[in-house]
């Protein structure tokens, strides 16, 4: 089921509108070798078959990770896209480069965005930049890159500037100094974990029109049969691992109950608050994207909700969980 421009959303303050998903790149990097290019090509081009234009691509910038910029220029070209039917959006990590205040942080994350470009080809310039890999220690840093990387959209370099994290109270307390359009949660507001305060965040975010990119979804592939939760590997026999799986269980045992697949179930929740606008997703199947794209299109049972919600899975207090999806 391709998504149609229908379904794209406005994104934040940036003037774009985006579909509720975007695809990671990671597949086409140095570290993903063991993926034949041809089997690349396969998963790019299904990215624009799946989605009517334009298609938001999540990137990374920087040391091995330019070799998938390069080899993603390709593709596009092979594939005949035009710029206006591809988003991409460059993530910087943060770095003395892109630190440096006013004019040479400026400059540095210029250069940076202009190499990224050549790299791609330079018919494909990133229309987002993304600041990840900060914590609470370099704050006052991070402010300096972002106050930076806003003068560039001030400058018309960029459409919109965000943050990157998987701390929701980093982001918070960012919020409070800094100015941005949009912010990617890794693995922060998931069907597993949804605490209240959390919520409440998203809301505000959505009322001050900051959109939301729900990223790590999974948990690390765990709460779709894997063994991995998030940076690390999780052991049945460890104690304290062991209500991981315990609850891993039960959420299996109900989705197939009610006939949906939990890749499914975590989709949907992850786009369940106003102001998620979409979420970010990787795979290095081709099949898989259409997988992936009809479980952002399709709404599972209200069953199911109502199941987890009595197996004490799901908090009874979300907003927007008799119907998920429909935020």
């Not at 080899?71 to 460059?90: F, H, P, S």
């Not at 400026?106 to 890999?133: F, H």
């Not at 009809?294 to 209200?302: E, F, G, N, S, W």
């Amino acid at each position: 089921m391709t998504i149609p421009v229908s379904d794209h959303r406005p994104f934040g303050r940036t003037g774009l509108n985006a579909p509720p998903i975007f695809f990671r790149s990671e597949i086409l990097g140095d570290g993903a070798r063991v993926i034949p290019d041809q089997m690349k090509r396969v998963i790019c081009g299904e990215w624009f078959q799946q989605v009517t234009p334009p298609v938001f691509i999540d990137v990374a910038a920087g040391g091995t990770r330019d070799a998938g910029l390069i080899l993603l220029g390709r593709m596009l070209k092979r594939l005949d896209v035009a710029a206006d039917e591809v988003v991409i959006n460059l993530r910087l990590s943060l770095n003395a480069k892109n630190s440096l205040p006013n004019q040479a942080g400026i400059i540095s994350i210029r250069n940076e965005l202009v190499a990224a470009g050549e790299l791609l080809g330079e018919t494909y310039l990133p229309r987002l930049a993304t600041l990840e890999g900060f914590d609470d220690r370099s704050s006052p840093v991070c402010i300096s890159a972002l106050q930076a990387m806003n003068e560039l959209k001030a400058e018309g370099r960029i459409a919109g500037v965000g943050v990157r994290s998987s701390d929701r109270r980093i982001v918070e307390r960012l919020s409070d100094t800094a100015s941005f359009d949009f912010v990617t949660l890794v693995g922060g507001f998931t069907i597993m974990r949804h605490p209240p305060e959390l919520v409440k965040f998203l809301t505000s975010l959505a009322k001050s029109q900051i959109a939301v990119v729900s990223a790590g979804v999974f948990h690390g592939g765990f709460l779709v049969g894997g063994t991995r939760f998030d940076q690390g590997i999780a052991n049945p026999d460890d104690s304290l691992d062991r209500p991981l799986f315990a609850w891993r269980k039960a959420f299996t045992s109900l989705c197939h109950g009610h006939g949906v697949r939990p890749a499914h179930a975590c989709i949907q929740f992850a786009l369940s608050l106003p102001g998620v606008v979409a979420v970010s997703l990787s795979t290095s199947h081709p099949d898989r994207v259409a997988e992936n794209v009809d479980a952002v299109v399709k709404r599972v049972p209200d069953a199911l909700w109502a199941s987890m919600k009595e197996e004490r899975l799901l908090a009874e207090d979300h907003p927007n969980w008799s119907n998920p999806a429909a935020g």
